[in-house]
């Protein structure tokens, strides 16, 4: 059975979507544009301070869900301009540890509400094991 999860602690979803959804040992994270959840804007203006909140925001439902970044097996990094790649990469590296996430990165034409990043998470718990 799937369930929905959902925090106020990141921002709510802007279409006919849930903010993740837990299914067995999966937990599957809609993607995740910068918006502060406390003001509803997005937390900066380039794309260093966007991967940042986008993140917190995986985080935040990693954490409402009782996953930990650890637990991310995959990610999607959805990138306005590929130019903001290496500032976006180095965001990224300070969220994650060995073994780091597969992942994938695309330069996309447009995002929501014009973010300049958008970033998709699936994480694995499997009670008892450990990466």
Do not use: W
């Amino acid at each position: 059975m799937n369930h929905k999860i959902e925090t106020n602690k990141a921002p709510a979803a802007i279409g006919p979507y849930s903010q993740a959804i837990k299914a067995g040992d999966l937990l599957f994270i809609s993607g995740q544009i910068p918006i502060d959840p406390a003001t509803g804007a997005f937390a900066g203006d380039n794309v260093t301070e966007q991967t940042k909140q986008s993140l917190t925001n995986v985080l935040n439902i990693l954490k409402e869900a009782g996953y930990e970044m650890s637990d991310v097996v995959k990610t999607t990094v959805l990138l306005q301009d590929m130019n903001d790649f290496a500032d976006m990469n180095a965001v990224y590296a300070s969220f994650f540890s060995e073994p780091y996430p597969a992942r994938a990165a695309f330069e996309v034409a447009k995002l929501p509400k014009g973010a300049l990043v958008e970033i998709e998470a699936i994480a694995c718990k499997n009670e008892g094991e450990t990466r």
